[in-house]
């Protein structure tokens, strides 16, 4: 058996984050039904460059927000947010096979002895952001492990990154390192192609390659008392909380809220001390989902759960690709005052993701084959 090293951004982020995890562990479970008894996928406890200074448990420094209003209801949320990263370290540890340390761009190449692993899928998530990242050279496989041996991406993406033209001759050199590129968003497909003689496509996102009975293995079990509307927010907004309230009036019933966003306490029920598996049955149970963030519309999907997503500044183009492939694109709100249809036809939005993922898993599966033969 082969061991698959996933390159990806987890724990190592400024604060935990649900879809980076949840996307981490649905490529290593489809990565190991694709392999059989032939592959292992291994998570790669990697620190970007760019997250070296960071720490989920002193979050300040690098807030997105950095008004003092922010920074005071991060404070007041600190006891959460201690409970949450335990809760998310409690995941890595038991839902995935991890390495045995973190390793950084200087020490890397020690991982193919260390660890056994000489095989390498970089992704998912915005790992090729410029505005994020930089060009990190583990996450654009620049490292003599990953170069000499079969290394691909999946489900990468740049974000709505910026680039330069310093950026962008480096980002040509970079992709050279692969032996394959599969890139979440469609906008940078044809760039690649003419910059590259290797196999380039648009993916969908790995926790769209699993079925919602895929996800029940890891989701809790615990039944809600009274209903509620799911508020999930990965960056503040004031009307979109405002939709939520109006949403929770019109259907009796309260609002529980994921955010930072503390003093909402005595307003909503708040809850970023929720785990990866709770996060996943808070949206599985709710009457009503109001997110800005990309992977609380997918799971709204998996779950077949009535919802409405927030514009979010960095996250619009994926947000709105996703939308446009599901036809769901009226469901992307920025005054909350936009008309769409009241009822989701979800068979209808499946076989719309089916084809997608279909090409998806064959590009997967093309790719792991070559890992195996090796």
């Given at each position: 058996m082969k061991n698959v090293g996933v390159v990806s951004y987890n724990i190592r982020c400024n604060f935990t984050n649900y879809g980076s995890a949840l996307q981490s562990w649905a490529l290593k479970e489809t990565i190991e039904k694709i392999g059989g008894d032939k592959l292992h996928a291994k998570l790669v406890d990697y620190c970007p460059d760019a997250h070296r200074e960071s720490d989920p448990l002193n979050p300040y420094k690098n807030m997105w927000d950095k008004d003092a209003t922010a920074r005071k209801n991060c404070e007041l949320t600190m006891p959460a947010i201690r409970e949450n990263y335990k809760k998310f370290e409690d995941f890595y540890n038991t839902q995935f096979d991890r390495t045995k340390k973190m390793y950084v761009s200087e020490n890397f190449d020690s991982i193919v002895e260390e660890e056994n692993i000489k095989k390498f899928v970089c992704g998912a998530d915005t790992i090729f952001c410029v505005d994020e990242f930089g060009i990190d050279d583990v996450f654009y496989a620049n490292k003599k492990c990953m170069k000499e041996n079969y290394t691909f991406s999946y489900a990468a993406s740049f974000g709505d990154s910026h680039f330069t033209e310093e950026t962008y001759k480096l980002l040509d050199q970079r992709l050279t390192n692969f032996k394959a590129i599969?890139?979440?968003?469609?906008?940078?497909?044809?760039?690649?192609?003419?910059?590259?003689?290797?196999?380039?496509?648009?993916?969908?996102?790995?926790?769209?390659?699993?079925?919602?009975?895929?996800?029940?293995?890891?989701?809790?079990?615990?039944?809600?008392?009274?209903?509620?509307?799911?508020?999930?927010?990965?960056?503040?907004?004031?009307?979109?909380?405002?939709?939520?309230?109006?949403?929770?009036?019109?259907?009796?019933?309260?609002?529980?809220?994921?955010?930072?966003?503390?003093?909402?306490?005595?307003?909503?029920?708040?809850?970023?001390?929720?785990?990866?598996?709770?996060?996943?049955?808070?949206?599985?149970?709710?009457?009503?989902?109001?997110?800005?963030?990309?992977?609380?519309?997918?799971?709204?999907?998996?779950?077949?759960?009535?919802?409405?997503?927030?514009?979010?500044?960095?996250?619009?183009?994926?947000?709105?690709?996703?939308?446009?492939?599901?036809?769901?694109?009226?469901?992307?709100?920025?005054?909350?005052?936009?008309?769409?249809?009241?009822?989701?036809?979800?068979?209808?939005?499946?076989?719309?993701?089916?084809?997608?993922?279909?090409?998806?898993?064959?590009?997967?599966?093309?790719?792991?084959?070559?890992?195996?033969?090796?």
């Open positions: 599969g890139i979440r968003e469609s906008e940078m497909v044809d760039y690649i192609k003419e910059r590259t003689v290797v196999d380039v496509e648009r993916v969908i996102d790995p926790t769209l390659l699993l079925e919602a009975d895929d996800y029940e293995k890891i989701t809790t079990k615990e039944v809600p008392k009274e209903k509620y509307v799911l508020l999930y927010t990965r960056r503040g907004n004031q009307i979109m909380e405002d939709y939520a309230d109006m949403i929770a009036n019109k259907l009796h019933c309260k609002v529980i809220e994921i955010s930072l966003k503390a003093t909402n306490k005595d307003k909503h029920e708040m809850r970023y001390d929720a785990g990866v598996e709770e996060f996943l049955n808070l949206v599985k149970n709710a009457e009503y989902v109001v997110t800005n963030s990309y992977h609380g519309m997918i799971f709204c999907v998996q779950f077949r759960k009535d919802f409405v997503i927030f514009s979010r500044e960095q996250c619009d183009t994926k947000i709105e690709e996703l939308l446009n492939i599901m036809g769901l694109r009226d469901r992307l709100l920025v005054t909350g005052k936009e008309r769409f249809k009241e009822e989701i036809d979800y068979d209808a939005v499946h076989n719309n993701i089916k084809s997608e993922k279909e090409k998806s898993i064959k590009f997967l599966q093309k790719q792991l084959k070559k890992v195996i033969g090796e």
